[in-house]
């Protein structure tokens, strides 16, 4: 197969196609259990194979793809097709960043392949979860494991040729309740990443057993508690909202196309300019964040990107100054020239689609906070005077250009005086970007530092679904609006 | 193609009964195009033809799923599907209760809403629409983006319990034209619908752009203090928020969860404004129907609100199945909403902008990411976005930055609705997630509510 691919990618050149590659998708697999209320819901698999094509001709990108591959000269012809076209309304040629040809293989570190575990094992995990689940205050209780299982091949006119085989685990329990307002309640538990791994094996039966009973407890303890005050206090992110606060303020914020106006037309742009880089101070001098793909055990390692650029860490913020970005190949050549100087210094190794059936855009890889000099939680609490802790997101608004934002999480501590006083229900706050991070004053040490996943990030026209992560510690803000 | 679908359809009803499987079978194609454009460029042109296929296997009161993405030349690679499936529900946990599988009396066609036409639109054709619409109105600094997606779709169903089946096709066409100010920052957008080719018209879009960027070219955006305002949504906001009303507010499965902000209590009294009727309408082809749901059942115009009366819960069959309630003809991949057309005779923005007013009114034509932040009580949170303005009660209008608007679902659609334009338009809904699902709801071209809080003013774009 990969000898006719390299034999089609070799045609288009020579009918004019300056570059080309493809994703062929030998398989993925998916399966996905939800047992809600005891009952097995959802038991459903899913298989798909196939390959995207995307070919660049003058300047501009076609791109076409199809599970049917018996007539393949069909399809790569589509796709220049479709670059032709799209080479009639050029305003900035494309042009790829240097890379070098790779020949490569990356697979995801697993000691237990998910998809050779037998499903009643699955089941009697989900079923031990349900009863530990079942207590009082629990109205809706909810059991969710999901697997995936990837094997994409990519090979480009540039002669690389790399294999991934990926395996992904996305384990969840919830419960939620009714207070006495008739207002739902929820909380959640999907465990961050620890170890070197990402099979099966990270399905810890004790660390759920304990995670359920504290999820029960503190829903029962929320639905009891009064509502969030509306008020101006500092707010103690637990990695639980931290993660999402730094996915949606920090890691699309910084997306390079996102930047240069790329998703203008739909998922909006950023309040980052190509001036800022090097100058902007993002935040307080605490704040150092980096893109990092090469954590081992977080779906935002990936091994080689899908521009075929390998795994970096970079530095995105560095104590409070904006330093870097999320990028691709096209999208560094594309700024550099557009701010007539040299900021990117080559493809972070951040392009990626959900699916051969889509073209690869930047997206985030482990967009993490480094951790800081501040102590233990124990620690931040002593020193914060009034103050609210929170966790578990709950919702979650932006601006269009990651300007400003509103969140809503599952629970809240307040802190009065460096104690924790009582728990609130119906937390929230918001905030402006750039004045909610030069107002952090402390960030904790290693010891509150965790590796969160998402895998439901959506961008894209069409949309993109992308699983990424976040590691982040323990941080505080001060002067935070809570409880609109 | 439809015969062949029909015929692989009952192929595997056959292979199914011949190894004494009871299943259903979900068949979805798609071939889709998208022109997207950005900076004034097209920066991506795709196409996608997919065929997914779900199999469900029961046993008694089990059941499982297997979906794959195939072709129409892999029947045996379908069968194995079967099999797999097959060996998936004999591992399954029973439910508590009986899930129900459709059992149809008759084979389904509806074909009325596809146009050839318009799902076999050139690239040419693609570009010179985009061209027309922003014809004249790029420079330095306005670049263009958006998109134009169109296509075809195709859902059809069988089962082991009937040989009959169920065949839907329609085409259609979503347009997003964007305008935006590459140093300001600041995007106006215009949107369309089609379900055929005729529908198409770009100079009705360059006109809606044209009179936005007038505004935001000429005048000096300012921060809106924050506080109580009388807001003029317009059909791509009212649509949004519409959207999210049906979500968690309808769903009867949601409500039996603790998920609505409506209950059981409500049906039959007044809780929405006497001027608001919304009526689940698959007689209108606009909003790209089904006439009949998954289960068969024949699906009419069903009445949700009726001058502020609440009037029921819509069910999905599994949800109906757990809860023991009657399926309301819901199990369908969308709704067909229509919101009743209101007495203000006001058709466009710049009757809008001319109409009289005795205080200042905030337009707001677009909600960006919105989600709920307390859905028991309908509270939802948004930002504004594409072309916002602030009608001066002077006559004069002023541009304003983006503003927050933390809201109750209840207060939008409430006794706070000053007025429901006359004119209605369709809005596209449809998500390019996962699998085309073209779906349009008919809304109020503008709808005013009085006394809504703005919660933040952005200083700058």
């Known amino acids: 197969m990969q000898k006719q691919l390299q034999a089609q990618i070799e045609r288009l050149k020579q009918a004019g196609a300056t570059y080309a590659d493809v994703r062929w998708y030998p398989v993925e697999e998916t399966s996905e259990l939800v047992m809600w209320n005891g009952n097995l819901k959802n038991a459903a698999a899913s298989r798909q194979s196939g390959l995207g094509i995307r070919v660049l001709y003058r300047g501009a990108w076609g791109f076409s793809a199809s599970s049917d591959l018996s007539n393949l000269s069909a399809l790569f012809d589509q796709a220049l097709s479709n670059a032709r076209i799209a080479a009639q309304r050029v305003s900035f040629p494309v042009r790829l960043a240097e890379k070098d040809a790779i020949q490569a293989s990356f697979n995801s570190p697993n000691r237990i392949d998910p998809f050779g575990v037998p499903l009643t094992d699955k089941i009697a995990f989900m079923q031990t979860m349900d009863e530990k689940l079942n207590r009082p205050g629990v109205m809706q209780r909810i059991c969710a494991l999901t697997f995936v299982r990837k094997q994409i091949v990519f090979i480009d006119s540039e002669g690389s040729e790399i294999e991934k085989n990926i395996i992904e685990v996305f384990p969840e329990i919830q419960v939620m309740g009714v207070d006495p307002d008739g207002v739902s309640q929820v909380r959640k538990f999907s465990p961050s990443r620890m170890g070197t791994t990402r099979g099966w094996e990270t399905v810890d039966m004790q660390m759920f057993s304990e995670n359920a009973d504290r999820i029960v407890r503190e829903l029962n303890e929320v639905m009891a508690a009064e509502s969030c005050p509306k008020e101006d206090r500092s707010v103690i992110l637990l990695p639980g909202i931290m993660f999402l606060q730094t996915h949606e303020t920090i890691g699309h914020a910084l997306e390079l ?228 | 193609m439809k015969e062949k679908i029909l015929q692989t359809l009952r192929e595997l009803r056959a292979y199914a009964i011949s190894k004494n499987v009871t299943a259903t079978f979900f068949y979805h194609e798609e071939d889709s195009y998208l022109m997207r454009f950005a900076n004034s460029a097209i920066s991506l042109n795709t196409n996608e033809h997919l065929i997914r296929l779900e199999i469900t296997a029961y046993e008694g009161r089990k059941r499982a799923s297997y979906e794959l993405i195939t072709h129409l030349g892999k029947l045996e690679e379908m069968k194995q599907g079967v099999d797999i499936a097959a060996e998936m529900v004999k591992h399954a946990q029973p439910l508590n209760y009986e899930p129900t599988i459709p059992q149809y009396t008759e084979t389904f066609i509806d074909e009325s809403a596809y146009d050839a036409e318009l799902a076999k639109l050139s690239n040419e054709e693609r570009l010179a629409y985009f061209n027309a619409a922003c014809d004249g109105l790029e420079t330095e600094d306005i670049k263009l983006g958006g998109i134009f997606s169109n296509g075809t779709n195709v859902t059809a169903q069988i089962n082991t319990r009937s040989e009959h089946a169920q065949y839907f096709v329609t085409s259609d066409a979503q347009i997003s034209v964007v305008l935006s100010h590459t140093k300001l920052k600041w995007e106006v957008i215009a949107e369309r619908s089609a379900q055929q080719k005729s529908d198409l018209n770009p100079k009705s879009v360059r006109s809606d752009l044209n009179f936005l960027l007038d505004r935001y070219q000429h005048d000096a955006p300012q921060q809106l203090p924050v506080g109580s305002y009388d807001i003029v949504f317009g059909s791509a906001a009212i649509a949004d928020l519409m959207n999210f009303m049906n979500y968690i507010g309808f769903n009867g499965g949601a409500m039996k969860r603790g998920y609505s902000f409506l209950s059981e209590a409500q049906i039959g009294t007044k809780v929405f404004s006497e001027q608001f009727s919304l009526t689940d309408d698959p007689t209108r082809r606009e909003t790209y129907p089904f006439r009949r749901d998954i289960m068969g059942m024949l699906r009419k115009p069903f009445p949700l609100v009726i001058n502020g009366v609440f009037k029921g819960f819509t069910w999905y069959q599994d949800d109906a199945d757990e809860f023991g309630a009657q399926p309301t003809g819901h199990t369908v991949m969308h709704k067909s909403l229509v919101i009743n057309g209101g007495t203000m005779d006001v058709s466009t923005l710049a009757e809008l902008a001319a109409m009289p007013r005795d205080k200042d009114i905030l337009y707001i034509p677009f909600l960006h990411y919105m989600n709920l932040v307390n859905p028991s009580r309908g509270l939802f949170t948004g930002s504004s976005r594409f072309g916002a303005l602030l009608l001066k009660k002077d006559g004069s209008i002023v541009v304003p930055y983006n503003v927050r608007v933390t809201q109750s679902l209840l207060d939008i659609f409430g006794d706070k609705v000053a007025w429901i334009s006359k004119t209605q338009v369709v809005s596209n809904q449809s998500s390019s997630y996962g699998a085309r699902n073209p779906t349009a709801i008919i809304v109020p071209a503008f709808m005013r509510v009085n006394g809504l809080e703005i919660s933040h003013s952005n200083s700058s774009y």
């Open chain 1, 257 to 484: 196309d996102r930047i240069l106006g790329y998703e203008l037309a739909f998922a909006g742009g950023s309040f980052v300019t190509l001036d800022d880089f090097g100058k902007l101070r993002y935040g307080s001098p605490k704040l150092t964040a980096r893109a990092d793909a090469t954590l081992t055990n977080s779906p935002g390692s990936f091994g080689y990107d899908d521009d075929g650029v390998p795994a970096q860490n970079n530095l995105l913020i560095d104590k409070g100054i904006l330093v870097g970005a999320i990028t691709g190949r096209q999208m560094v050549e594309e700024a550099n020239a557009k701010a007539r100087k040299q900021i990117f210094d080559g493809s972070s190794g951040a392009n990626r689609a959900t699916a051969f059936y889509r073209v690869p855009i930047e997206r985030m890889t482990n967009i993490n906070i480094d951790p800081g000099e501040d102590g233990t939680l124990d620690d931040i609490v002593r020193n914060t005077e009034r103050g609210i802790i929170l966790d578990g997101e709950k919702s979650w608004s932006i601006g269009s250009n990651r300007e400003q934002f509103h969140f809503a999480t599952e629970i809240g501590w307040l802190v009065d005086d460096g104690k924790v006083t009582r728990v609130v229900k119906n937390s929230t706050y918001r905030g402006e970007t750039l004045k909610f991070y030069n107002s952090l004053s402390a960030v904790g040490d290693q010891s509150t530092w965790e590796v969160r996943y998402v895998d439901n990030c959506g961008k894209g026209q069409p949309n993109q679904i992308m699983q990424l992560g976040h590691g982040v510690p323990v941080c505080r803000f001060d002067n935070v609006r809570i409880g609109e």
